[in-house]
């Protein structure tokens, strides 16, 4: 098997992990995080519902990110808005799920924005 291969096993392993502990619910949403290469995205879920409640990206047209998309700037400004347009939907308290990956760079600076942004988890 080679090198990325078990990268993405092990990640794969972590997620499933995680989603054993972690459960978005009406009161308390689960807000998930995903980093790829070049983009980053965020999710508030209620996984009781089975519905998403909000979500933002670097991918999303009213998103001004200025020098690249896939490094920490971008990340902040994700992290920014999905906790105004979790605020502006009511939601106050989430759940964090870090999808497996490291509480570290790119993660992290979603997270900080996400909590500057008024957002409790």
Known sequence: MDKGKQKTVRRTR????IRK????????????????????????IDDMAGTTLV??????????????SGNADAAKAVG???????KAAGIEQVVFDRGGFRYHG?????ADAAREGGLKF
């Open 14 to 17: 972590r997620r499933i992990g």
């Open 21 to 44: 502990r972690v459960l978005g619910t009406a009161a308390r949403p689960r807000m998930c995080v995903y980093r790829s290469l070049n983009h980053m995205y965020a999710q508030v």
């Open 55 to 68: 979500s933002a990206s670097t991918r999303d047209k009213g998103l001004s990110v200025s020098s690249g």
């Open 80 to 86: 920014q808005a999905i906790a105004e347009k979790a």
């Open 106 to 110: 790119r993660v992290a600076a979603l």
